[in-house]
DNA sequence: GCGACAG
DNA sequence: ATCTTGTCGC
């Protein structure tokens, strides 16, 4: 699919996000990453899920697929999106709740990759991104668990939040199914010792650790 | 035209 | 995101 023509399907999908409270009572989490094998052309999408609220580990899928779609940033949903969706069906149970490791509804047309994703799954989907790709918000003392509204057109679309004190914030944005203050929530009960959210973080190692033994294996 | 720009 | 060594700090 052409980059034009993408941008016109989210602005069509946009329409169809809701946000909403989630529920508190539910039982998996879901978190996925992204791992890409720079020489050759080929990428590992990983899905792990955790009981809630414990955090304890349930399933890890993953599945190895060759780079469809360019870096483009706004539109890193389709270059995701498939390898993901590979890897969820694989799950022998599907998550109540989903964290993406990228922006929600803070983008510039209201569709980030886990809004996207969380459209295309059905389930409340929540984005926690590593650093912003558009909006403003005031200036935020490096405290942890200090937070700041993110705002794109004098709407707010997600929170800057601190995790950690002195360390760079981290983005978060309802995806689908979720709304500004039980995204900000949520994440705050996945914190643990480090910057990224726990379940966000097992992914991440767990898509580097396939990528390197993929590596080692045959190329 | 220039700067910004998830992963 | 990936490529990379040492290095500063709790």
Known sequence: MPPREAVKLQRILAEQVELRRIAEDFAVLGASDISYMKPVDRLVAVVLTFHWPSLEPLESVHAVSPIGFPYVPGLLS?????????????????????????????????????????????????GC?????????????????????????????????????????IYISPG???????????????????????????AHLEATRIRKSLFAGSG
Not at 82 to 97: E, I
Not at 176 to 202: V, Y
């Open 78 to 126: 389709f270059r995701e999106i498939p390898p993901l969706l590979m890897a969820y069906r694989l799950l022998k149970r599907a998550p109540d709740v989903f964290l993406c490791d990228g922006q929600g509804i803070a983008h510039p047309r209201r569709l980030g990759l886990a809004s996207h994703l969380g459209l295309c799954l059905d389930i409340p989907t929540i």
């Open 129 to 169: 991104a590593k650093s912003r790709l558009c909006g403003e918000h005031r200036p935020l003392e490096l405290r942890r668990g200090n937070y700041a509204p993110l705002l794109l057109n004098d709407v707010q679309v997600g929170y800057v939040f601190c995790s950690r004190n002195g360390v760079k914030p």
């Open 176 to 202: 689908h199914l979720a709304d500004l203050d039980s995204s900000r929530k949520l994440i705050e009960r996945c914190l643990g010792r480090f910057r990224i959210p726990q379940p966000l973080r097992q």
